[in-house]
């Protein structure tokens, strides 16, 4: 666990795809003259100085190779990508299922408009939205309100690249318009929220935080974007990620935690998780590959959903990595990220991932959850590490509230080594910049870097990375196996099962458990069943009713 803790700081990033596998003996070092043959062969022209930086990645490739060649998987198994023969013409017709309802939710609390406004910064979702509901205060001045918040904390926090200052306040009318006239559309009507840099809205930038395309706009809503809007949502700000989503350092600087701000607030979802502790905006939407919500979440102690793999269209999103990319929301409470996520969570025919959900997200607040049976990873809690002591509280807790725990061991399969994937198609989705040496703009150049990994990637054979999703569709299973008789189970936020989790799809919630002794905040991870966000939501809601760790926000005296 210790070894992985400096890579999750960077979101959603692959430090060569063996970076955990031991090195065989029997597994030579790559040279620079091997390289420099090899690129013959497959038409590229790296420096000699850029293979140097490349050559650790290419032994480190080696091993995962070595790794999943002694899997002796059979001929019966197949890659966990599916092949989708439909164009997006018979999609469309085929994508006709309904909207529907994700139920009830629990009842409103009764919400009164404090004396001092200042204090609407740390409102829930749930909180402002019954305000707009009970029209003790408009749309147009809660929007307001944060938008003088983003100007003002701004400077010091890094984490926004674009106000969307007109839009909002037209957005924010017609919200006002039609509570007014008894068109109330749900929990998030006239609620101001904001979206990572990397999903589309027309009119603006779009810039995905990296130099090369800090003046890019894309002449499309982002699917999240046009469905928050369908449900009243009022559009205030994109924010900042690591360029390329890649930790937190963007074209404009790095982006910084509000509990202290000569720290960064971690990648690559910075902005979202920073202008959410800060109380910026009630809510923003995120995006995970190997950690990007997770571990932004951590940095600023927010609730950040992943939710299952294609539960949330990624049309007009910046793709890193086909099989793993996934959208979720970073907000204050689990009964927040579920108003958020039922307004998300549905079938998109430009998305073909999005049409393998088998059921529609549903509100299960009413779970017992007595009756619930949820695994712990036993040897991953006795292990020494910074934020145990917050962790075994936390069950403790769970514990208390009469939740049953049963000891859990993840799959020993190299889940590590199947990380070459993401590189594989990052670097394919980023061809253009490779080949044209615009990589060279990227803020950042070291051996870590986007830069230096897609080039390193191009030198994967096509067979080791089918290799690679064999062996994943191998852990899919053996994760089923595992989980099968539990309905969700809980583990520290930075162990394995982050990287086998992002592999195999299942949602994750990184929840707010204490502070360490510097003051800074901690997360622990529930993680639930494939396409069971519900239960997985409810029995956080219920941790967070039962302590005020949720509740806690940054001073903000900077």
């Not at 050559?55 to 060649?69: D, P, W």
């Not at 899997?71 to 164009?87: G, R």
């Not at 939740?403 to 394919?428: F, H, I, N, Q």
Request: with cysteine; charged share 20%.
């Amino acid at each position: 666990m210790k070894k992985l803790l400096p890579l999750l700081g960077v979101g959603a990033i692959c430090f060569g795809a063996g970076a955990l596998v031991p090195r065989p003996a029997d597994v030579p070092a790559i040279t620079i003259p091997m390289v420099r043959a090899a690129q013959e062969l497959i038409g590229l022209s790296f420096t000699d100085a850029q293979i140097d930086s490349a050559q650790r990645n290419l032994t480190q490739y080696r091993q995962s190779y070595e790794a999943l060649s002694k899997l002796n998987m059979p001929n019966s198994v197949a890659p966990a990508e599916v092949f989708n023969p439909q164009p997006l013409r018979l999609r469309q017709s085929l994508a006709g299922t309904p909207t529907v309802s994700a139920g009830k939710l629990p009842d409103a609390p009764k919400v009164k408009l404090p004396a001092n406004r200042d204090d609407l910064a740390f409102f829930t979702v749930r909180q402002l939205g019954e305000l707009l509901r009970t029209k003790q205060i408009s749309s147009e001045e809660l929007t307001q309100f944060f938008i003088a918040r983003l100007k003002k904390y701004d400077p010091k926090l890094l984490c926004v690249i674009t106000v969307t200052e007109d839009l909002a306040l037209q957005q924010a009318r017609q919200a006002d318009q039609e509570i007014k006239a008894g068109k109330y559309r749900g929990p998030l009507h006239g609620i101001p929220f904001g979206v990572k840099d990397l999903f589309s809205a027309k009119g603006y930038k779009t810039t995905w935080g990296a130099t090369p395309y800090k003046d890019q706009i894309l002449d499309e809503d982002a699917a999240v974007v046009e469905r928050l809007r369908n449900a009243g949502g009022v559009l205030v700000a994109k924010l900042t990620l690591g360029a390329l989503a890649q930790g937190d350092v963007w074209f404009g600087g790095k982006t910084k935690t509000p509990w202290d701000i000569t720290r960064g607030s971690s990648g690559s979802s910075a902005g979202s998780a920073s202008a959410v502790a800060a109380g910026l905006l009630p809510y923003a939407i995120g995006t995970e590959t190997l950690g990007s919500i997770v571990s932004p979440s951590t940095a600023c102690g927010v609730t950040g959903l992943r939710p299952t793999y294609g539960r949330v269209s990624r049309a007009g999103a910046m793709a890193l990595s086909w099989t793993m990319d996934k959208a979720g929301p970073i907000t204050r409470s689990a009964q927040d990220c579920a108003i958020v996520f039922a307004a998300l969570a549905g079938p998109d025919a430009r998305d073909p991932a999005t049409m393998q959900a088998p059921t529609p997200f549903k509100y299960a607040f009413d779970t017992n959850i007595k009756k619930l049976r949820v695994g712990y990873l036993k040897s991953a809690f006795e292990a020494n590490y910074p934020t145990k002591v917050n962790d075994q509280a936390t069950l403790d807790m769970l514990r208390k509230l009469g939740v049953e725990l049963v000891p859990l061991e993840l799959p020993t399969l190299p889940a590590s080594a199947m990380r070459l994937g993401l590189t594989v198609e990052g670097a394919a989705a980023f061809d253009e910049l490779t080949r044209s040496g615009r990589d060279a703009l990227l803020v950042g150049q070291n051996r870590n870097d986007w830069p230096n990994t897609f080039r390193s990637s191009r030198f994967i054979p096509a067979v080791e990375y089918i290799q690679s999703q064999r062996a994943r569709t191998l852990l899919i299973e053996q994760m089923d196996e595992k989980l099968r008789n539990l309905d969700l189970y809980i583990a520290p936020s930075f162990s394995a099962s982050l990287t086998i989790t992002n592999l195999t799809g299942h949602p994750a919630v990184a929840v707010p458990n204490g502070l360490t002794d510097k003051g800074l905040p901690t997360t622990i991870t529930f993680t639930g069943q494939l396409y069971e966000e519900g239960k997985l939501l409810a029995l956080v809601k219920a941790y967070q009713d039962a302590t005020d760790f949720d509740e806690k926000h940054p001073p903000l005296n900077f």
